[in-house]
Antibody, heavy 119, light 114 residues
């Protein structure tokens, strides 16, 4: 069965960077794009961007351009999202989700990774 | 920007009664391939979002048939024919038509049992 398993919770200081991983299993990793979506406590869902694991091509929401980098390691079927220059407003649960186009868009989600930014 | 506006934002419903959530987009969601990439998600307390409906009206595997999606262009609706206790949570619409530039979610509608 399709699974996306994310790395554990992180606590970071303002100005630091965080890198969250998303390990895929149960399907061919390079056949589906990966999205990253975040959710601040008690708030709605916010799309951050996508990555094509086959080509490495990425697209980022304008809000995060310059601060976010999405990469992958195809040998271990894992996608990564790195967010830099962290501020308190980046405290949120970060999700990866499979697929961005066609019938499989956003059909499977990871369990989420809580990133807390605090001095 | 493509803005997705949901209403109501809070929806108290009696068990066994129907519920309806509206989602309106600021631009047409019809893609160049003729499809409309409008999804509905359910997020139960403490859980990740779960996709219920894709491309306006297609129900995902395992989703009860009391959930249905409809609409076109800029106006969309999620209906629950008879609300059950397990339906409590927040419901989001999402447009994927304007990818790769932008994917946007509605603000969410919190469904609770009266």
């Amino acid at each position: 069965q399709v699974q996306l398993v994310q790395s554990g919770a992180e606590v970071k200081k303002p100005g630091a960077s965080v890198k969250v991983s998303c390990k895929a299993s149960g399907y061919t990793f390079t056949s589906y794009d990966i999205n990253w979506v975040r959710q601040a406590t008690g708030q709605g869902l916010e799309w951050m961007g996508w990555m094509n694991p086959n080509s490495g091509n990425t697209g980022y929401a304008q809000k995060f351009q310059g601060r976010v980098t999405m990469t992958r390691n195809t040998s271990i079927s894992t996608a990564y999202m790195e967010l830099s220059s962290l501020r308190s407003e980046d405290t949120a649960v970060y999700y990866c989700a499979r697929g961005v186009y066609g019938d499989s868009n956003f059909d499977y989600w990871g369990q989420g990774t809580l990133v807390t930014v605090s001095s | 920007d493509v803005v997705m506006t949901q209403s109501p934002l809070s929806l108290p419903v009696t068990l066994g009664q129907p519920a309806s959530i509206s989602c309106r987009s600021s631009q047409s969601l019809v893609y160049s391939d003729g499809n409309t990439y409008l999804n509905w998600f359910q997020q139960r307390p403490g859980q990740s979002p779960r996709r219920l409906i894709y491309k306006v009206s297609n129900r995902d595997s395992g989703v009860p048939d009391r959930f249905s999606g409809s609409g076109s262009g800029t106006d969309f609706t999620l209906k629950i024919s008879r609300v059950e206790a397990e339906d409590v949570g927040v419901y989001y619409c999402m447009q994927g038509t304007h990818w790769p530039l932008l994917i946007t979610f509605g603000q969410g509608t919190r469904l609770e049992i009266k």
